[in-house]
């Protein structure tokens, strides 16, 4: 099986998750400041508008990763034409997710639905040798 291809898609999952732990580290971050600010009963802007700039930046550098994570998936779907049935599910999944993020990656999301559903008999095992695996 194409050796490159799966190491565009295992990276490119890999990079997938870096979008949800950037998210997972500004909302856990964002609740300790507030919750340290309802404790403390007063609320200033300026420290406020510092702590929200703080977080911020994991969230973008998820998003990057994130993004550079969607182009490799892709570059191994339709460039490197990467054929394994893991790869085909874990796209099912994503393409469920990427609808979600609206206009992009509902159009996204979109396209790969209808490219895996018209292209499913391209997806099977493959021995060493290259053979796709014969049902009996």
Known sequence: MNQKGKQLAIWGLVLQ???VLGLVCTIIAMVRYFSGL???GTAQVSALAQEISKVLGPAAAGSVFGLI???????A??????RAPWF???LW???ILWLMS????TILGIIVIIYLARHKDEFTEQTPGGDALKAA
């Open 38 to 40: 309802a404790d403390s």
């Open 93 to 95: 999944v994503l393409s």
């Open 77 to 82: 779907l339709f460039r490197i034409r990467y």
């Open 102 to 105: 609206f206009p992009i990656g």
């Open 17 to 19: 998750l870096g979008s």
């Open 88 to 90: 085909r599910t874990m």
């Open 69 to 75: 994570g969607i182009i490799l998936i892709l570059v």
